[in-house]
């Protein structure tokens, strides 16, 4: 059975995508706050315990934790070509230029820094898939008011299963998603 590893599992993205995976017949592990696993305590811990899953979704955001786990677990993969990393990102580094800078942009944007030298990586096997959402109706954004195109995080979830699910040898190394319905 092909073992799923989910940071931040619980809500969001990573719940809806822990349940299009599950559906899909993938065992599925999660590594939220609610269980233990704070990613800005713990990512030591989850970058062992992820060793023997098949993909590696790095969902949770706290600070530079997202690099940090990124970093080792690329490291215990980058000579497996059946190992799958899917990174999380943003178009925040994109959105509303003209508002004072926010270290949120700035932390998804040295990952995805991080994730694109490796994908150039001419030793690197496993797959790297960068996702890049706008907006997504989840409790991060219920600050955000007017009129905006949002996703939801199952419309999320099965455009990152379709990556994940594509053949062996095929990468979808990035992916920009929004929606074009106004909600």
Request: charge should be positive; charged fraction near 20%.
């Amino acid at each position: 059975m092909t073992v799923a590893a989910i940071t931040g599992h619980t809500r969001g993205i990573g719940a809806a995508l822990a349940e299009q995976l599950s559906l899909a017949g993938y065992k599925v592990e999660g590594f939220s706050r609610s269980n233990g696993y704070d990613i800005s305590e713990k990512s030591n811990l989850i970058i062992k315990a992820v060793e023997n899953s098949d993909v590696f979704v790095n969902n949770a955001h706290s600070g530079m934790s997202q690099c940090v786990l990124f970093n080792g677990v690329y490291r215990n993969w980058k000579h497996d070509s059946t190992k799958t990393i899917v990174n999380i990102l943003s178009l925040s580094k994109f959105l509303r230029p003209q508002l004072e800078p926010k270290m949120y942009s700035a932390e998804k944007a040295a990952l995805e820094l991080m994730t694109k030298q490796a994908l150039l990586n001419p030793d690197k096997r496993c797959r790297i898939i960068n996702i890049n959402p706008g907006y997504v109706h989840t409790d991060m954004v219920k600050h955000v008011h007017g009129k905006h195109r949002m996703l939801t995080p199952e419309q999320l979830a099965e455009a990152i299963l379709w990556c994940i699910n594509q053949p062996q040898g095929i990468e979808v190394g990035e992916l920009s998603i929004w929606t074009t319905t106004l909600n």
